[in-house]
């Protein structure tokens, strides 16, 4: 692989697919079975094809393209991202993974040849839930039938119903319902970190180990709206005042429950919301993530204890809302392990990571063996045009997918 | 007096006074000049005049009832409230302390006849600034003329300018600037407690001995906005965090410094204000008050040193905005004495405290000895339907500021 030509190519590449979706904030919007969308879909396909691959839609839209191998024909080495952005998003989330697949395999079949096992390029219909309010359509999709009824009313922002969009972008619901593809025997997705780990600690590569679990809550504190002049402290129930130090006991407590346990509250209320009374309610949400689940039910079970503990002391009442638990996906252990010995043995630099956002792989990592390999976020920053992975970073993670799949697939 | 007599004169006056600008939601809402305003003014004009009162308007619109003195006709003691109400107020805030006023005179008289020196009622046109962006436009007026651009350009909700309002009364701007009543020798404002001191503390009137003065700050916290799953807790700059923080410190600084310190943070935001990001700002109030000015002064100085630490260790950086300071404002320790003596005498149960809001008596004490009396509030509930004081109590009140009178005008 001539090292300078990668980078020139894969950056090129990023720049023709975000011409589909180009936006007015120089980003990209390019959202699920819109104009761009379906214009995308059709030039992927096309690129595919110049490269040898054999391409094919399924019903709902997610592409494939497939370098056939040589020898074990019903084993598929398949990787890829999702083809979708965020509205305002930038060039780089789910395309990067789909234009960096494309690439290792273009650069495989030229340097090696046929693989002996195929290997699959997908471009994902959709992961966001950007345009509908619904999320992992394209994966759901690939691991099963997904209920009709699940989409069937639902509408974007300008009122256009999901079937409609779907129908009118030429793809319908899935009808069969055979699981995920028989041939499939592994599943690699490389992707921007969205976050500013490998950054700060100028390291090229992450190799993730697990995508972690989330709970999210949203909490209300009920305490008494008073006059902020006439009332002592001591005669007060303040709401604010309670979330503030319930706030406050989250962070204290994810740091000292150490890494990878993030928690965050990142958005308050209080009630009525002016300068001079004090607040009688006070809502807000939060989130925690690890990669393990006993951890994530330790957490939340101390922190729900104290926060409890914490309302009562400012004499209010807490109701406290899990609205969502998404368990951790670890990676499979043995695919890392080859990608380690991949760097490894070309004298690349890694970190061994987990990946704090969910992906298309925690819907294939429980039935496929599954990785994932990051590339740094210049800034930890993503879903914004502002999102940025420099040149040669692009091409050290290109290169770290292409090893893996020339180890896996030749 | 009568006592029974009393609580039930003064019930039906608070009744007939709310008719004017009675409201959808069971409370008033009698705003400046508008058509019930101008009813309730005339209306209690009337009554100031069937118990022999002279009375008039100054231009703005203030009404004065005096009940002449037999011997010093140049020394007036005189007493009222405000007969504005804000918008879905109760029928107490204000109107009951004209009230009480009016009834404790017509009483004196009953009992003791003409008084030595006169009495004055004053019905003061406005001071709760809730149709016009312009708060104690009465007793500003009383004291000096008010600069004319101050209200020129503004406007009530529905677009109604200021002046038009004015004119469509019968009122203009004051022409003359001669200041605050030249015979005014005393000013007493009675009034609802509009908080919960003397209802938790079972004691009927309250005696005050300062208006608090007050800072408010906006205080604007800058962090950086990042993921909520991908940035570790280490690599945070989370500005919520550090506004939670802040507001802990506040309310044990507070609670540390002693009455009559309050310090209220009663509005919050958070930006960009979802569950999934690290807030990289937040927006914040903050109300501290207490009675003596040099005691605001050391509590803020050791509240900003405190907040731009937390900020600094939190990695972000803060602005914090005074953007009102009031001074507190002491009552006259003579008056304060007379009314005490009083109580005393009568075997009267009173509480020595201070007015955590502000009242139109802060513009009348820097120039005439004045002092307050209140009553309780049912609750501590004040600028809402609910706003509610027993009759027995109210009666109490206009006792206790009869005394007073007939202590300094008999």
Known sequence: ??????????SDLVEWLASYGADSKGGVSRLL?????????????????????????????????????SEFKDETVATGSHVDSVKFGGKLDGAFGILASYLAVKYLKEKFGQPKRNIEVVSI???EGSRFPFTFWGSKNIVGKVDASEVRDIK???????????????????????GIPADWKQWLEIHIEQGGVLEIEKIPVGIVQHIVGQNRYTVEIKGEANHAGTTPMKYRK???????????????????????????????EFVPGTVNVVPGQANFSI????????????????????????????GCEISINLYMEEDPVPMDPSIVQTIVDQCDGQGLSYKLMHSGAGHDTQRFAPLV???MIFVPSRGGISHNPAEFTYPREMAEGVKVLALALHKLAY
């Open 1 to 10: 692989m001539g090292e300078l030509n990668l980078e020139k190519e894969i």
């Open 33 to 69: 079975y819109d104009e761009n969308w379906v214009k995308a879909q059709d030039a992927l396909k096309e690129h595919f094809e110049q490269i040898g691959m054999v391409t094919k839609y399924d019903e709902v839209g997610n592409l494939f393209g497939k370098m056939e191998g």
């Open 125 to 127: 219909a959709e992961e």
């Open 156 to 178: 974007d922002q300008e009122g256009v119903n999901f079937v409609d969009a779907m129908k009118q972008a030429g793809f319908g619901y899935k009808t069969s319902d055979e």
């Open 238 to 268: 303040d709401a604010g005042v309670a979330a503030a130090k319930i706030i406050t006991m989250i962070q204290e407590q994810a740091k000292d429950f150490g890494e990878p346990m993030v928690a965050t509250v990142g958005s308050i």
């Open 287 to 314: 989130d925690i993530r690890h990669t393990h689940k006993d951890q994530i039910s330790s957490f939340a079970e101390k922190m729900t204890e104290k926060m409890e503990r914490i309302a009562e002391e400012e």
């Open 369 to 371: 063996p599954s990785a």
